[in-house]
């Protein structure tokens, strides 16, 4: 067995991240997990992915082949076995136990995970029959970074409120203020942006400084007699969002170097 290029694994991840986040409107989301395997858009999100899937196997390739066909198609496949999975499953513990916690983080990030092994499977048995190019080393190197960067703004926002979602409820219910709509969600990708790019520099006197800047500021807000309960979800939202960056900070690090 021989392993793909590094390019390969990368432009699949690229294909499967716009799939999954830009190329899927939110109301797409809300309606799967409302109709589930009834949804016409849980259908629409597979047919995305197989082309897009389609697309890098057959351009990377250089010819349009069963082979990259397949590979797209068990690709789409895995998708909708695992976002089925990943609905009932949620709904399951939603409906059965009491406290969830992080657990719908936890599987959005088994989610990924899969589909990410689904990737690698395929990028190996298209590279041992196509034997596929790879690209340029500065394009693939060009193309983790922001890979890196789009996976800090979109899926970590997405897997930081699902992890947090029963807290801010609840906080939104008993505690609520006059925040501005999705100020915390945008707040918390441009410090994930910053940390990353302090990272990446090998600025870590600057990443100090920026966890310390926003800790001063939230002490701020929660001194003015906002709830314990209030100090907790934020401690846990900030770590989260920073235990992210980190890991994927040391992975680009570790690619890209």
């Known amino acids: 067995m021989i392993l793909p290029p590094l390019s390969l694994v990368v432009w699949l991840l690229v294909a499967h991240f716009l799939g999954d986040f830009t190329f899927q409107p939110r109301h797409w989301v809300d309606e799967k997990r409302r109709r589930r395997w009834r949804s016409p858009f849980l259908y629409y999100h597979v ?4 082309a897009m899937a389609l697309a890098v196997l ?47 983080g936890l599987v959005f ?4 995970i899969a589909h990410f092994c689904v990737l690698f499977l395929i990028a190996v048995w298209v590279h041992n029959i196509l034997w596929i190019v790879a690209t340029p080393d500065w394009m693939t190197r060009i193309l983790i970074i922001a890979l890196g960067y789009y996976f800090i703004i979109y899926p970590s ?31 918390g990708q441009l410090e994930r942006v910053l940390a990353l790019t302090f990272i990446l520099v090998g600025q870590y006197t600057a990443l100090g400084f920026l966890i310390g800047a926003k800790s001063i500021f939230r002490f701020g807000d929660l001194s003015k007699g906002l709830h314990h309960k209030k100090t907790e979800y934020i401690l846990i939202g900030t770590l989260l969002s920073f ?10 690090s570790y690619f890209v170097t």
């Open 157 to 187: 926002a997405t897997l930081v409120d699902l992890s947090t979602k029963d807290w801010q409820a609840y906080i939104e219910k008993y505690h609520p203020d006059e925040g501005l709509p999705l100020a915390g969600r945008s707040i």
């Open 47 to 50: 047919l995305v992915h197989f």
């Open 58 to 104: 057959f351009w990377l390739s250089g010819q349009a082949s069963w082979v990259g066909f397949f590979g797209a198609l068990v690709i789409a496949t895995g998708h909708l076995i695992f976002d089925l999975l990943k609905i009932y499953y949620v709904k399951f513990i939603e409906n059965s136990w009491q406290e969830v916690g992080l657990q719908r």
């Open 109 to 112: 990030l088994w989610d990924q």
């Open 243 to 252: 235990t992210i960056v980190v890991v994927v900070g040391l992975i680009l």
